[in-house]
């Protein structure tokens, strides 16, 4: 048995530690699809052409259910996979439902009408293709109503990470921070919108202020891939061992990973 865990990058990684602890019996296989990264920059075809390869490559490495670890692929092209893509016997689920749950403090399948919650400004950061396809609004309009979301594009964080740039990303943290602010002075949540980001948590929490809640993803997708595994336990399918994949460099993807991950991670070719 294995889940397949996806991201155009290292961001997913941040998703994966947090599967790989709450759930220390399943195995998990990575995929980084370094070579194209950043996606948050591409058009939304381009998108779904680079995340169907990935995903195709994680059900050929025996896993049944893939989750796409990355809000950009989530919004700009999981909707097309589910309708036209996924074989009857594969899943393929996104990172954007638990938050916007834990959000609207909604439980797994509570499909009832949109009603007040007790947040009423959201900021979120997120790529540009996040923020160009209006998803998170979208899904936030089926469960709330009266919440009102200023959006922040955020270029160049997700490079300046993935080339192991603090310095930069910290700089740019905090001017995306400041531009939201000018829109939306007194935020009550932050929605951290892009699996890289939150690698520079802290950053966000102090340029945001401590009375801003941060919601970011990690955590969120590892309770409800739990919750997914209790229903659906023949999901976990065929594979058997934990890996990770690359379509980059492999040692400097594996070294900027066990960087982040503060333990050793060795990523093979994909
Ligand atoms: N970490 C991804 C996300 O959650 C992708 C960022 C990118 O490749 O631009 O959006």
């Known amino acids: 048995m294995a889940v397949g865990i996806f991201d155009s990058g290292l961001g997913g990684l941040t998703v994966l530690d947090a599967v790989a602890k709450r759930l220390p019996d399943v195995p998990f296989v990575y995929f980084g699809d370094n070579a ?50 996924v074989p009857p016997q594969k899943r393929v689920l996104g990172v954007f439902v638990p938050l916007i749950e834990a959000l609207t403090e909604r439980q797994w399948g509570d499909n009832s009408p949109p009603r007040e919650v007790a947040v009423r400004h959201v900021a979120l950061f997120a790529t540009p293709a996040t923020v160009a396809s209006r998803a998170f609004q979208r899904e936030l309009a089926f469960r709330a109503i009266g919440v009102d979301v200023e959006a922040q594009s955020c270029g160049g964080v997700v490079d300046a990470i993935e080339e192991g740039d603090e310095i930069l990303a910290e700089a740019l943290v905090r001017s995306h ?9 007194h935020p009550d949540a932050a929605v951290l919108g892009c699996t890289h980001y939150p690698l520079m948590e802290t950053v966000f929490q102090d340029a ?15 309770e409800s891939l739990a919750d997914y595994l209790e229903r659906r336990p023949e999901m976990k399918g065929s594979g058997k061992v934990s890996q990770f994949m690359t379509t ?9 990973a066990t960087q982040f991950l503060r333990r050793k991670v060795e990523f093979s070719p994909a």
């Open 36 to 85: 194209h990264t950043p996606y948050g920059v591409r058009d939304a075809d381009d998108v779904y052409d680079l995340t169907t390869r990935s995903v195709a490559r994680l059900f050929d490495a025996g896993c049944d259910l893939v989750i796409l670890a990355c809000n950009t692929a989530s919004a700009a092209a999981l909707r097309r996979m589910q309708e036209g893509w």
């Open 248 to 256: 980059g460099d492999p040692a400097r993807v594996s070294s900027k």
């Open 177 to 185: 921070v400041d531009a939201l602010k000018r829109k939306m002075p």
């Open 208 to 222: 945001l202020g401590e009375d801003v809640r941060v919601f970011s993803q990690a955590k969120l997708v590892a």
